[in-house]
């Protein structure tokens, strides 16, 4: 997320879905996301395609492109894509093709992958729902939730900043985030008292890979830290590119 555009740009990346755990209605939004860590050179579709439950995907596949993968479902009531999607990412890990992966899929089967491909020095992030377990979510460098992939989803600014009241029914509220911009602050706060706010989202994602601005109503981190006028100071100053340098200073 806060990576150089030098890095982002030559990271080749491999989106790979697990079909059953996955809405193609969001194919779209799943492969912008990606986008924004390297370009996407791989696109495959797990699942058995014989199967009704996979028809929703069959127009999808064809206007963005994604090569659709066969797996049988030898056994009634088990996902039967683990282990196809699982052997092909490790073959595209030892072939060099690609310097990234997106493994789009709820399930906690993925997570033992994750943490083989970042062993091995690749990047790789994770698109799911919230109800994902946290190990595959920590397993990978970043991690988004399908929620925030849906505006009317998103929580909104008066969910994170009300007081404490009971919740509307069927409305969820976003978790406070203070405790974790505190934590990632205190790890990138130089000696004058001030973080460069690409520094706290990079320490940000590395304390909790799930973390995204969206789960709280914001579209960027910038956003959400401006909003927390009782937690953070913001100083803005321009670069010699012409571009702002945002810096933040936790409040006494």
């Known amino acids: 997320m806060f990576e150089s555009h030098k890095q982002v740009g030559s990271r080749r990346m491999a989106v790979l879905i697990d079909g059953d755990n996955a809405q193609p209605s969001l194919l779209d939004k799943i492969l912008a996301e ?36 066969q797996q049988f479902r030898y056994t009634i009531g088990k996902n039967a894509t683990d282990s196809a999607m699982i052997i092909d990412a490790m073959d595209l890990l030892y072939s060099g ?27 790789v992030m994770g698109i799911g729902q919230k109800k994902t377990p946290r190990a595959f979510v920590s397993a990978c460098d970043v991690f988004v939730y399908t929620e925030n992939l849906m505006p009317h989803l998103r929580p909104t600014l008066r969910r994170v900043t009300r007081k404490r009241t009971a919740a509307p029914e ?76 945002i810096y933040v200073r936790l409040k006494a």
Request: charged share 25%.
């Open 34 to 69: 990606a986008s924004k860590y390297g370009t996407v050179t791989i696109r495959r579709t797990y699942g058995d395609w014989t199967t009704p439950n996979m028809g929703g995907w069959k127009d999808s596949l064809q206007a963005f492109a994604i090569q659709p993968i």
């Open 170 to 245: 069927n409305e969820s509220s976003a978790p406070d985030p203070t405790p974790l911009l505190k934590q990632a602050f205190d790890i990138a706060v130089q000696e004058d008292g001030w973080a460069f706010l690409g520094t706290l989202g990079h320490h940000l994602r590395q304390l909790d890979p799930g973390f995204d601005a969206r789960t709280y109503g914001f579209s960027q981190l910038s956003s959400l830290i401006r909003a927390n006028t009782k937690l953070f100071d913001v100083r803005e100053e321009k670069a010699e590119e012409g571009n702002s340098v």
């Open 97 to 123: 093709v690609v310097d990234g992966f997106c493994l789009v899929s709820s399930d906690s089967d993925y997570t033992r992958l994750a943490t083989r491909i970042r062993e091995k020095g690749f990047f």
